[in-house]
């Protein structure tokens, strides 16, 4: 069993937050001291993958900088002493391999799988949204790789979520259960509250078979044009069996401006120096 590869679709438009990401990508505001997307590949990293596939689209290179090795800056961090600055420039250089793979039009996180068909070949592979951050003892992604080992299915992240809120994602309907661990019948995108078949929503990590891509070649595109992705997997539901994993610890949002501002409070406050500096900025007497 073969997982070195994890797709990072990063091709989207970030509406969300927008102006923030007019020019600058979203995968690449800081949460603490690092991008999003260096959060990502260190979670993709931890569950044993080594070759990230990163999905992007025009005007969204800067991402790829910050992964290329910059002699420039490295030589003036020696000269200047800072060695702990060096060490952190020179980490990024040597977390893992990586594909770039180009999203012409965005069609679609299924569509944006679908454009890494030719670089992941044959394999399994891992996916995961970079708009989530995994919170807890063991990476969410690494629940999901530790699934497909006892399984040999392909395993998605599922979570359950206030009935008014299963309407924003995709939704899984549940043949069988083992623990935490459930056999899928079926799944539905963004479902009426009333028809949801169960308040587990799909949440962006799966570890997918390469089946995924001729179920994605032959899915028709739905609303807004998009090819979705929860299309695909159904595909998958009907030819084989799926599993989705309820997931330990937390995902935290970094996609929007009051998730992504929740986030960094909180990891803020667990961080002895930032922690200090943030209580005291919020004692509002203070000022
Ligand atoms: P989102 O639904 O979060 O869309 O995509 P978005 O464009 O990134 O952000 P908003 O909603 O406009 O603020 C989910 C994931 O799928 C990727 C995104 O980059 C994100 O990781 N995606 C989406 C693509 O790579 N291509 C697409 O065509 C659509």
Known sequence: MDLRHCVIPAAGLGTRFLPATKALPKELLPVLDRPV?????????????SEMVVVISEGKELIQQHFT???????????????AELAAVRAT???????????????????????????IGDHPFLCMLPDDLSYG???VLRQLVD???????PILALMRVPPDQISRYGCA????????????SAVVEKPDRRE?????AIMGRYVLTPDIFDALRDTAPGAGGEIQLTDGIGALIRN????????????????????????????????????????????VDNR
């Not at 990586?98 to 030719?118: I, K, M, N």
């Not at 699934?147 to 299915?153: I, L, P, Q, V």
């Not at 949002?253 to 406050?269: H, I």
Request: proline fraction near 5%; include cysteine; glycine fraction near 10%.
């Open 173 to 184: 309907a549940i043949a069988e259960s083992h623990g935490r661990v459930h056999r899928l």
């Open 147 to 153: 699934a497909h080992k006892e399984y040999g299915t």
């Open 240 to 283: 084989g069996a799926v599993h989705g994993v309820e997931f330990t610890g937390e995902l935290l949002d970094v996609g929007t401006p009051a998730g992504w501002l929740a986030t960094n409070a909180m990891l803020a406050l667990q961080d002895p120096v930032l922690g200090t500096v943030l209580r005291a900025a919020m004692e």
């Open 93 to 119: 250089d040597h977390l893992a391999s990586f594909t770039w793979v180009r999203q012409e039009q965005p069609l679609g996180l299924g569509h944006a799988v679908l454009c890494t068909a030719e670089a």
């Open 37 to 49: 997307i260096q959060w990502a590949v260190e979670e993709a990293v931890a569950a044993g993958a």
């Open 137 to 139: 003892t063991v990476p």
């Open 196 to 200: 949801a078949p169960s308040d587990l």
């Open 69 to 83: 090795a910059q002699p420039d800056l490295e030589a003036l961090l020696d000269a200047r002493g800072k060695m």
